[in-house]
């Protein structure tokens, strides 16, 4: 009851955490909007930790909604961090109470509706994308909505949406076939098309021609950048190829990167043609991104082929294990060429598609989350840490991003960095914008692993004056 804003935000929380203290939903609802900042953030923290109030902040919700300003925000702005954007806490929010039927309703019905502001829509499509995952059936139904919709602006974050919440929709659903009729769109951008075939690629029937052309011009384009050629990578791993089309795709294997040569790898568990299996070796054994192959990927993807092809593993095996007097002869051998770094050019090097440093590595306010951030890197780090980390990443982990290897009870081996567990279950990630969410009850066993989500073999993909000039960069970031 204190006129002092401060003072009513400690009673707030103290009431909240002590036993007894029963508070309720409307002695609090009435302080999120408060002027005060340190009053606002308390509000708005409690009714976070109170899943049970959703139907009663249903009304507040949707005129929050009705309130935001009528432009979209942006969805990453160099001049402002996330945080600062005024709809992020409502996102967070709604995302928190999506468990509730009536929050569910309303982020639906705003997602797809014409007459709410951009910001809105925008807002409801975040809060899905960072809701944890709920069966339902309003929003595939709202997403199948906006994909077969004429506001290109909603799409991206509507396939962020999908890749959250609605992933493996059997191919007679609507949403299913609202992804394939978008990613055959000519009308679409390139990198929506490009999400939705990811998307729609494990319960398609059959790849066309010209869906095949697609993805696989998409990773024989040197320009293409890091998310698309990991969406057609995704695609094609996950697609039912035919004997034909996995033929064809050998010849990708000398263009795919660190990030894409294992999921294309992966593809071929679909064939048995020998022929096919000994030229995708042979592409391998001459691959630039071969340092990054994960050989137990390799067998496995091979184990339906014959003697002829398997036999051909150990020699593919021999040129990627490299003992630790070879690594070290290796960073000595290129240390002194890394004086010719510059500055700007590392820049362009971190945020190419070559390299791909930036999908999974925040540098300020833009980048991915899946390695540790690396804005002040360059205070910790000598330049024989950063040429070690970039060249054989295996070699030393950051703390809390340590890879773990999770077995589960029917014998699949996910490898990640775990990136959160609870007493349901643990979110892996696997590579940039990649996780796998596996409920506990089937995890057999948890252990270090010895392989890093980064992959190796950035040393072949990139010219020694390319290397120079990105530790040039991550030394300059402080």
């Not at 024989?220 to 698309?228: C, F, H, K, Q, T």
């Not at 070690?388 to 009870?409: G, H």
Request: charged share 20%; hydrophobic share 45%; with cysteine.
């Amino acid at each position: 009851a204190s006129a002092e804003p401060r003072t009513v935000a400690v009673a707030l929380i103290a009431l909240d955490q002590m036993q007894g203290g029963d508070l309720t939903a409307d002695d609090v609802l009435q302080h999120l909007d408060a002027a005060d900042p340190q009053l606002s953030a308390a509000a708005n923290w409690v009714v976070t930790h109170h899943a049970g109030w959703g139907s009663q902040l249903a009304d507040w919700f949707a005129e929050k909604l009705a309130t935001l300003p009528p432009a979209a925000p942006r969805l990453s702005d160099p001049e402002s961090p996330p945080e600062d954007d005024p709809s992020t806490r409502l996102v967070k929010m709604l995302a928190a109470f999506a468990g509730d039927a009536n929050i569910r309703t309303l982020i639906a019905a705003t997602a797809q509706d014409d007459n709410a502001s951009p910001a809105a829509r925008l807002a409801a499509l975040r809060a899905m994308e960072q809701a944890a995952p709920i069966k339902n059936q309003a929003w595939p139904a709202a997403l199948t909505a906006i994909l077969t919709g004429d506001e290109p602006s909603l799409h991206a974050p509507a396939l962020a949406a999908v890749r959250r919440q609605a992933l493996n929709q059997p191919n007679d659903s609507p949403l299913h076939q609202a992804l394939v009729k978008f990613f055959d769109n000519p009308d679409a951008t390139l990198a929506d098309r490009l999400a939705a075939a990811a998307l729609a690629a494990p319960t398609i029937p059959s790849l066309s021609d010209q869906q095949f052309a697609l993805l696989t011009a998409t990773l024989l384009n040197e320009e293409s950048p890091s998310v698309d050629r990991a969406a057609a990578a995704d695609a094609l791993a996950a697609a039912p190829l035919s004997a034909e089309q996995l033929a064809e795709l050998v010849a990708v294997i000398p263009a795919a990167g660190p990030l894409e040569l294992n999921k294309l790898v992966s593809a071929f568990i679909r064939g048995n043609e020998t022929a096919t299996g000994v030229a995708l070796l042979d592409a391998l054994a001459q691959s630039p991104a071969l340092p990054s192959l994960r050989i137990d990927l390799l067998r496995q993807a091979l184990i339906n082929y014959d003697a002829a092809v398997t036999d051909g593993i150990a020699a593919v095996e021999a040129l990627v294990n490299v003992d630790a007097a070879s690594q070290r002869s290796r960073i000595e051998e290129l240390l002194p060429s890394m004086a010719s770094g510059d500055v700007r050019r590392g820049h362009a090097v971190f945020n190419s598609a070559k390299a791909s440093c930036s999908a999974c590595h925040r540098m300020g306010y833009g980048g991915g989350d899946t390695g540790p951030e690396l804005s002040k890197i360059g205070e910790i780090r000598t330049e024989r840490d950063l040429l070690e980390s970039i060249l054989f990443p295996s070699m030393s982990f950051v703390r809390s991003y340590e890879p773990m290897l999770l077995v589960t009870n029917d014998g699949r081996a996910v490898s990640g960095v775990i990136r959160n567990e609870t007493e349901h279950e643990y979110v892996v990630a696997t590579g940039p914008n990649e996780e796998v969410r596996l409920p506990r009850d089937v995890v057999e066993e948890v252990q270090p692993n010895t392989i890093s989500v980064m992959p190796a073999g950035l040393d072949k993909q990139l010219t020694v004056q390319e290397l120079a000039d990105l530790v040039a960069f991550l030394k300059n970031a402080k």
